[in-house]
């Protein structure tokens, strides 16, 4: 864990919805570069005209379609949905093998020949992002990667790469400039916030968009980093340990000491009682 | 060829009810193997939504606090040095011992790789609240093993064993109790990190306490059930008198638990709290029949000199901790559209888990001297000569 590190030269996605055109480049890159399988799916099988209707193993990115009305018309809104790379990660916090890690770069990295497989980090997430391997029986989880070896030669992510025009990918704090003069030059265009500039302790994944962020099916996450709130509980393990096991010895000392010296006194009153009783008799 | 016919003699000899148990666990197991051939998503109904099902809210949350009573019987008799409860300690220590036995086998069905169990030991994430709920489950069953070991080696007759491990009592009933205080509370941090996943009604920074002092209060009640039931069908000594006693802490730690209870909801915890009706059914259930009415119940000297009705509240706080620990890892976290159900599979294993349990303890029970160990009738000094067979041990032992 990395808590106070300075993420602002993370690399991040600016993810601009209102640009987005549905086209789905990013899912198709994501899937070549990490080689995933195709997955058999229906058309409307999930809630709206997204296929395949959710993120699964095989599936590390996906967009989702808003189908709404503006002005008795009919628009589309999307909402890609992916790893959002939290500065702070619950997975990372609750995994018991460490097998997540925010690197240096701005991804958060999963080593599967750590995982134990106990779906922890899946509980955690409050994106829903960690996937896991259903179909096997050694299962393993499955995320995207932000294309952390891609990163590391110096690449932008795949999905980033291909889009056409919604994704810009660089450093945190450019990419927070870059939003923040979007929403100021064209405040009709876009909802005064950004998704994930605070969600969840801030991301490496930053969102602007037209419609409310829960309409497009974006989930409401406290702004707080979550480690946070299990580590306020854990880091009283050392102390109360020390307390339990130094109250309990010190108890256990007192009452059996007690008890010795009740069986002491009582010891002397009965040889007292003796010694009485052999006097009287003499 | 004649020890086979020993055995099979001998287990043709028991009660048709083991006979019964013994079937469940075959039938569980084989229904435990399914899931590696096949897989967690071919034999379980968990998913994307659902990760945690009914294994890790029973056999792991729920069984863990079931199995509290030997820490806090340990802590009482030991430390407190209320002598008098004696005798329901080593009955106590061979429930916790299944116990988590048990819990280590659910885990492991659990678990994608349980192979790699051990990788918790080698890669240490001190921010990981199920990093210290194993690595304390891992040394809580060694404790419990060790303190098993006595009436093992009262049986057998080991000399030496017996004195290192009398002498080692104390200081193991001290570092379960300390671990398990750990583990016992971990088990609520776990879902802390549900901020915005479990409902309010039970989501508040004081869960891990409240794990703690729940799991208290059920350890003593399954103490309470269990010697209750072992006089009933097993023809074991009456220990009514010291259950009184041990119900006479009760009211206390209940009222303790209803205290935090109330406090972390009214004042720690943000609503909305009664939108789903299911919900605030289980809840009143759960706070009500479960805990307020044994309560109530344990406050009347009536009901904690009756055999019966101290039984019934004990049942009733067990019954509360078992649906307290299903609304916080599986009813509150879930979404009503789409519930999740166990499978036949799952089911079956979680069952043939609890058959185990009582199976292992009725055979334990019969083949060691774990209700013999009355205090005014044991010679605590180190045996001489080697106790020749388990009769002799049962007979010079005496009971109460």
Same mark, same amino acid.
């Given at each position: 864990m990395s808590f106070n590190r300075d993420f602002s030269r993370d690399g991040t996605f600016l993810i601009d919805l209102t640009k987005c055109t549905g086209c789905r480049g990013c899912q198709v890159a994501c899937k070549q570069w990490n080689q995933l399988p195709a997955e058999h799916t229906e058309f409307f099988s999930g809630e709206g005209y997204q296929n395949p209707p959710a993120m699964s193993e095989y599936t590390y990115t996906r967009i989702k379609f808003r189908d709404y009305q503006k002005n008795?018309?009919?628009?589309?809104?999307?909402?890609?949905?992916?790893?959002?790379?939290?500065?702070?990660?619950?997975?990372?916090?609750?995994?018991?093998?460490? &097998?997540?890690?925010?690197?240096?770069e701005g991804p958060v990295f999963y080593k599967d020949n750590r995982c134990i497989g106990c779906r922890f980090c899946m509980i955690a997430c409050p994106f829903g992002v960690p996937k896991y391997e259903w179909s096997k029986a050694l299962p393993l989880v499955k995320k995207c990667t932000g294309c952390l070896e891609r990163v590391k030669e110096g690449l932008h992510p795949a999905c980033a790469t291909t889009c056409p025009t919604a994704i810009t990918y660089g450093p945190r704090d450019e990419m927070i400039k870059l939003g923040k003069e979007r929403l100021l030059k064209s405040p009709e265009r876009y909802v005064q916030k950004a998704y994930g500039y605070q969600e969840a302790g801030g991301t490496s994944v930053i969102y602007l968009t037209a419609l409310p962020f829960d309409e497009l099916g974006f989930k409401q996450v406290t702004k707080r980093a979550l480690p946070e709130y299990t580590w306020e509980a854990l880091r009283l393990v050392p102390g109360i340990f020390l307390t339990a096991g130094a109250g309990?010895?010190?108890?256990?000392?007192?009452?059996?000491?007690?008890?010795?010296?009740?069986?002491?006194?009582?010891?002397?009153?009965?040889?007292?009682?003796?010694?009485? &009783?052999?006097?009287?008799?003499? | 060829m004649s020890t086979l016919r020993r055995i099979d003699d001998e287990v043709r000899s028991y009660h048709w009810f083991v006979k019964a148990l013994m079937v469940v666990v075959l039938v569980g197991a084989v229904a435990a193997m399914l899931r590696f051939v096949y897989g967690l998503g071919a034999t379980t109904n968990l998913n994307d939504t659902y990760p945690w099902g009914l294994w890790i809210?029973?056999?792991?949350?729920?069984?863990?606090?079931? =199995?509290a009573g030997a820490f806090t019987l340990g802590a009482i008799v030991h430390c407190f040095n209320?002598?008098?409860?004696?005798?329901?300690?080593?009955?106590?220590?061979?429930?916790?011992?299944?116990?988590?036995?048990?819990?280590?086998?659910?885990?492991?069905?659990?678990?994608?790789?349980?192979?790699?169990?051990?990788h918790v030991l080698w890669y240490w994430n001190v921010h990981s609240p199920m990093f210290e709920v194993s690595m304390c489950i891992m040394l809580y069953t060694t404790v419990l093993f060790l303190e098993f070991l006595e009436p093992v080696a009262q049986k057998f007759g080991w000399k030496v064993s017996l004195r290192l491990l009398r002498w080692l009592e104390m200081p193991l009933a001290i570092a379960a109790a300390a671990i398990s205080t750990l583990h016992q509370s971990s088990l609520g941090t776990f879902f802390l990190i549900a901020v915005d996943k479990l409902h309010s009604l039970w989501y508040n920074p004081l869960l891990p306490l409240l794990f703690w002092v729940?799991?208290?209060?059920?350890?003593?009640?399954?103490?309470?059930?269990?010697?209750?039931?072992?006089?009933?069908?097993?023809?074991?000594?009456?220990?009514?008198?010291?259950?009184?006693?041990?119900?006479?802490?009760?009211?206390?730690?209940?009222?303790?638990?209803?205290?935090?209870?109330?406090?972390?909801?009214?004042?720690?915890?943000?609503?909305?709290?009664?939108?789903?009706?299911?919900?605030?059914?289980?809840?009143?259930?759960?706070?009500?029949?479960?805990?307020?009415?044994?309560?109530?119940?344990?406050?009347?000297?009536?009901?904690?000199?009756?055999?019966?009705?101290?039984?019934? &509240? =004990?049942?009733?706080?067990?019954?509360?901790?078992?649906l307290n620990r299903f609304n916080v890892s599986m009813f509150g976290m879930m979404d009503p559209q789409n519930p999740y159900f166990p499978t036949a599979i799952e089911s079956l294993v979680t069952l043939s888990i609890i058959a185990a349990h009582i199976l292992f303890f009725v055979l334990i029970a019969k083949y060691f001297p774990i209700f013999e160990h009355h205090p005014e009738t044991v010679d605590y000094r180190i045996p001489h000569r080697p106790v020749k067979t388990a009769g002799v041990s049962g007979q010079s032992a005496g009971r109460g």
């Open positions: 008795g018309q009919h628009e589309f809104a999307f909402y890609k949905e992916m790893c959002m790379h939290c500065n702070e990660p619950a997975c990372a916090s609750v995994c018991p093998v460490g &097998a997540f890690e925010k690197t240096a309990l010895s010190a108890l256990a000392w007192i009452t059996h000491r007690r008890e010795r010296l009740r069986q002491e006194l009582e010891k002397e009153r009965a040889a007292l009682a003796a010694e009485e &009783a052999k006097e009287d008799q003499e | 809210s029973f056999d792991v949350v729920t069984a863990v606090p079931l =199995a209320i002598k008098k409860l004696e005798p329901l300690v080593r009955p106590s220590i061979v429930t916790g011992f299944l116990g988590y036995s048990l819990v280590s086998v659910g885990l492991l069905l659990d678990l994608g790789q349980p192979q790699r169990a051990w729940s799991a208290i209060c059920s350890g003593m009640c399954i103490i309470i059930l269990e010697a209750t039931a072992c006089h009933k069908w097993m023809g074991e000594p009456n220990e009514g008198l010291l259950l009184r006693t041990l119900s006479k802490i009760l009211p206390w730690t209940l009222g303790a638990y209803l205290a935090l209870r109330v406090y972390s909801l009214v004042l720690l915890s943000v609503g909305p709290f009664f939108n789903r009706p299911w919900l605030t059914l289980s809840f009143l259930l759960e706070v009500g029949v479960g805990f307020l009415v044994p309560f109530i119940m344990f406050c009347n000297k009536a009901v904690r000199e009756n055999d019966s009705r101290r039984a019934l &509240a =004990a049942g009733l706080v067990v019954f509360g901790l078992v």
